[in-house]
């Protein structure tokens, strides 16, 4: 918004040529959705608190010690998320932006699928909500909407390709096959997230490690001489999604400042599965679907934890692991909470750091 209306006037106004830079906007978007975050966040929780006056439901099935330490912490909290990420990308990215509006969609519409399945969560005083068919059903319409509008915007060379990672000129042609490819990256991706969010503060710093790489991948392929120098696909229009992950990035940092050990408020289904979503329509939109897998590759490890986990059980009756998420597997070890999120932490910079060689080792 703020680009659309100070942008033409900068004649006038030398300052506001500021906002013909991605750089900046992105820094304003950043800040702003931290000062909406920190801001709105007291009120907001105390909002929540009046609303639940048990909290989140805790498993019984789960580590023992969240029936002493998580009870009667409220959830929902990704919903301040979502306002500070919506309201930040708005007014620091042009409107006119077309990858704009179906990454919006994602993560508004999945915000919405996880407030509904938080919702039902809280009235049945159970953490089973939302029935997994529909959750997945509804997730695949709008993973499916936002794809076509994605295939659609790309360069005609890119429509239906997959590019590889490390690999220069390496673009895997999918034909129709790529539409339901990147549905579930979409889908996969917020899931993903979803499975991750399980200890204070777990998911919401590898989302924000992620969304700082996606920021740098999307100005480079949005950019015709950083993507032409470093061999990567150029994406017209992607740039600007730089703005919407340092919304992400704000936005996280001052949700992270209340989620902190101990939390004081869960981000629930209404924040992970809309975040998830939202990087991975953003790796959908820049082209870089496989990166990804390997800067987010610590959603994808916990995500496998649990796959493994049900085939093993099924077939065999044996557990994999103690427990599953591969988290919960180190709880029931004894390892202390700060001691997992921290380490997983570790290993969620060393994942992005190798996602992002990716764009000079080719």
């Known amino acids: 918004m703020l680009p659309d209306l100070l942008v033409p006037l900068a004649d006038q106004f030398q300052a506001f040529n500021l906002f013909r830079y991605i750089t900046f906007r992105t820094g304003g978007a950043t800040i702003t959705a931290l000062i909406i975050s920190l801001l709105c966040g007291p009120a907001f929780i105390r909002w929540l608190k009046a609303h639940q ?48 509006w179906p990454v919006l969609l994602v993560v508004i519409a999945f915000g919405a699928i996880g407030s509904v399945d938080d919702w039902m969560k809280l009235r049945r005083r159970s953490h089973n909500g939302m029935s997994a068919r529909m959750k997945m059903g509804m997730q695949l319409v709008v993973g499916f909407i936002a794809t076509l509008a994605f295939v659609q915007l790309s360069p005609e060379s890119l429509r239906y390709g ?80 730089a ?27 209404t924040g992970s599965l809309a975040l ?23 959603f994808v490890v916990e995500t496998v934890s649990v796959i493994l986990q049900v085939a093993s059980f099924k077939l065999t009756g044996k557990r994999i692991f103690l427990m599953a998420p591969l988290h919960h597997h180190f709880e029931k070890k004894g390892w202390a909470e700060p001691t997992i999120v921290i380490r997983f932490w570790i290993i969620s910079v060393v994942l992005a750091v190798a996602g992002l060689s990716s764009l000079k080792l080719r």
């Open 53 to 100: 006056v048990e909290g989140q439901p805790i498993r019984d099935d789960g580590p023992e010690s969240h029936l002493l330490t998580k009870i009667g912490t409220p959830t929902m909290g990704g919903l301040l998320i979502l306002i500070a990420f919506v309201v930040s990308t708005l007014l620091w990215m042009p409107l006119s932006n077309p990858y704009l």
């Open 243 to 269: 703005v919407m992950c340092g919304a992400l990035i704000g936005s996280g940092l001052g949700f992270l400042w209340f989620n902190a050990p101990p939390a004081r408020v869960f981000m629930g289904d």
């Open 276 to 298: 998830g979503g939202g990087l991975g329509a953003i790796s959908v939109a820049t082209r870089h679907e496989l990166v990804l897998a390997i800067t987010g590759g610590l």
């Open 162 to 241: 997959v590019a590889v990672p490390f690999l220069k000129d390496t673009l895997i042609s999918m034909g129709v096959l790529y539409v339901p490819f990147a549905v579930m990256v979409i889908v996969g991706a917020s899931n993903a997230v979803n499975l991750t969010d399980g200890l204070d503060g777990l998911a919401i710093v590898p989302v924000m490690i992620v969304a700082g790489c996606f920021a740098l991948i999307a100005y480079l392929a949005g950019n015709y001489n950083f993507a032409t120098y470093l061999q990567i696909n150029y994406v017209p229009g992607t740039g600007d999604l």
